[in-house]
């Protein structure tokens, strides 16, 4: 799969320069696709609040900022962007458990291995697969992010890919990643008046063995965005063995 180049305004997704054109001119705050409350269930469940979090194109949203209001102790953000990284180390100079850095996430040396134990992902790989040489791109930064996890350490994607155009990336035997899927409605979305449908969106989505929807799935919004939580196995374990655990109530 090379770029999406459906959901794609622009090619420039990819393009350090553009990033700070724009944060240049929206100066205030954004949330790309959904807010941390939004989230909450899936981060909560999945990525226990003493975790070490790196948040990769954090941009100027506020969702590491509602993290630590959430009881998050530790979050490194990093953006290619340099405006956003200095927009974002001024705002928040006085809370410590918000660090911010400028880097590539597909060259993330300046960390060694297995540096943190989350690392969360909303819509930054979507923005590389917009760019030149996507696939490149997204191999690289997935081989960042894996290097980076500690063992059973988790990737948390939030897309608007679905698993036709995702997938491929995510399932490379050499991550060895355990996937869960969700898919959430946008923001604001009614079920239809008459709509028989009574599927949580805070189950897990199956997925079959080629990595996809089961053919008979309904998607109810056509905009809904996909959350993808990857658990890094140990080299040993087996990839089948480990169960899906429903979201518990504590987190709801
Ligand atoms: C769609 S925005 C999402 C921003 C934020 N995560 C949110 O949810 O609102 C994508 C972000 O990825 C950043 N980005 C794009 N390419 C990047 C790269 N190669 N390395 C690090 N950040 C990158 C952009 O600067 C931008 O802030």
Same mark, same amino acid.
């Given at each position: 799969?090379?770029?999406?180049?459906?959901?794609?305004?622009?090619?420039?997704?990819?393009?350090?320069?553009?990033?700070?054109?724009?944060?240049?001119?929206?100066?205030?705050?954004?949330?790309?696709?959904?807010?941390?409350?939004?989230?909450?269930?899936?981060?909560?469940?999945?990525?226990?609040?003493?975790?070490?979090?790196?948040?990769?194109?954090?941009?100027?949203?506020?969702?590491?900022?509602?993290?630590?209001?959430?009881?998050?102790?530790?979050?490194?953000?990093?953006?290619?962007?340099?405006?956003?990284?200095?927009?974002?180390?001024?705002?928040?100079?006085?809370?410590?458990?918000?660090?911010?850095?400028?880097?590539?996430?597909?060259?993330?040396?300046?960390?060694?291995?297995?540096?943190?134990?989350?690392?969360?992902?909303?819509?930054?790989?979507?923005?590389?697969?917009?760019?030149?040489?996507?696939?490149?791109?997204?191999?690289?930064?997935?081989?960042?992010?894996?290097?980076?996890?500690?063992?059973?350490?988790?990737?948390?994607?939030?897309?608007?890919?679905?698993?036709?155009?995702?997938?491929?990336?995510?399932? &490379? %035997?050499?991550?060895?990643?355990?996937?869960?899927? @969700?898919?959430? *409605?946008? !923001?604001?979305? #009614? &079920? %239809?008046?008459?709509?028989?449908?009574?599927?949580? @969106?805070?189950? *897990?989505? !199956?997925?079959? #063995?080629?990595?996809?929807?089961?053919?008979?799935?309904?998607?109810?919004?056509?905009?809904?965005?996909?959350?993808?939580?990857?658990?890094?196995?140990?080299?040993?374990?087996?990839?089948?063995?480990?169960?899906?655990?429903?979201?518990?109530?504590?987190?709801?």
């Amino acid at each position: 799969m090379f770029r999406d180049v459906s959901s794609c305004n622009t090619y420039n997704y990819g393009d350090a320069l553009y990033w700070d054109a724009r944060y240049v001119q929206e100066a205030g705050s954004f949330d790309w696709y959904q807010r941390y409350s939004s989230l909450r269930p899936f981060v909560r469940r999945y990525i226990p609040t003493s975790s070490r979090v790196l948040m990769v194109g954090c941009g100027n949203a506020l969702m590491s900022e509602d993290m630590v209001k959430d009881g998050y102790e530790d979050i490194m953000n990093i953006d290619i962007s340099s405006v956003a990284i200095e927009m974002m180390k001024r705002k928040y100079e006085y809370i410590p458990q918000l660090k911010y850095m400028q880097m590539d996430v597909r060259d993330m040396s300046f960390f060694p291995d297995e540096s943190f134990d989350s690392v969360i992902d909303k819509g930054t790989l979507d923005s590389l697969m917009c760019g030149n040489d996507a696939p490149i791109s997204a191999a690289q930064m997935l081989g960042e992010v894996s290097r980076l996890l500690k063992p059973r350490g988790i990737y948390m994607l939030i897309t608007y890919g679905d698993p036709t155009v995702r997938m491929l990336h995510l399932s &490379r %035997p050499v991550y060895n990643w355990k996937i869960i899927l @969700f898919i959430i *409605p946008r !923001p604001g979305f #009614e &079920r %239809p008046a008459g709509s028989s449908s009574s599927r949580s @969106f805070l189950e *897990p989505v !199956p997925i079959t #063995e080629k990595g996809l929807l089961p053919a008979d799935f309904v998607l109810e919004d056509p905009d809904s965005h996909f959350v993808y939580v990857c658990k890094k196995m140990d080299e040993t374990e087996e990839l089948q063995s480990i169960p899906d655990h429903p979201l518990m109530a504590d987190v709801l």
